[in-house]
């Protein structure tokens, strides 16, 4: 297998994490690089903040160091985080998970994240937050969107993204579109206003 690096992103709940494991073990158990835990394990926090801010900087420095090594010319990059920290010339493609703001609702409800942590949550899936800054930052031709559903196994969609990432004509981006679902109802429109 030539290097191949795919990074999974998405809002948190998606599924990044589950599906990156189906689709390591698909490819021949690639490595995993989870930009959280690189981020915790080098505690590259701003001190001088009140919330968890991280350095940028020194993340995605970090990150070009382990994706240029020879332990990482395959791997899966994990994160919501990955459009501000991974450098595109580092990388072959892109998945960004998306998945409707009624179970995304329900995760974080189940995950106990406050009213606020919700809210912020839901309205960057509605607006395709991450999608749109993958595009201010990658080539759209090597990302994809894909709809997560609570009802199809993980490995489905590991396997979806191997068929997008060898098949060029399967790759669909900016079709997802939350805004019409959500805004004929008052309980996810509250979440906009």
Known sequence: ?????????????????????????LLNEIPIVDINKVILHENFFISSTSENE??????????????????????????????YVIDPLLVDFVVILRRTPYELK??????????????????????????YDFLAKFKKKDIIELEIN?????????????????????REFGIIDWLP??????QMLKFLL
Not at 115 to 124: C, G, V
Not at 151 to 161: D, M
Not at 181 to 186: A, G, L, Y
């Open 1 to 25: 297998m030539l290097s191949l690096k795919i990074v999974v992103s998405g809002t948190p709940g998606v599924g990044k994490h589950t599906i990156s494991i189906e689709l390591s073990r």
């Open 150 to 170: 609570e009802n199809v196994l993980p490995s489905i969609y590991a396997q979806k993204i191997i068929e997008m990432y060898y098949n060029k004509n399967l």
């Open 106 to 131: 329900k995760i974080y409800e189940m995950r106990s994240y406050s009213e606020n942590k919700i809210s912020d949550n839901l309205i960057a899936e509605i607006l395709g937050i991450i999608s």
């Open 181 to 186: 679902v959500v805004q004929t109802d008052p």
């Open 54 to 83: 991280i350095d940028v900087e020194k993340t995605s420095n970090k990150l070009k160091l382990l994706l240029s090594s020879k332990e990482y010319c395959n791997a899966i990059i994990v994160g919501h985080l990955a459009p």
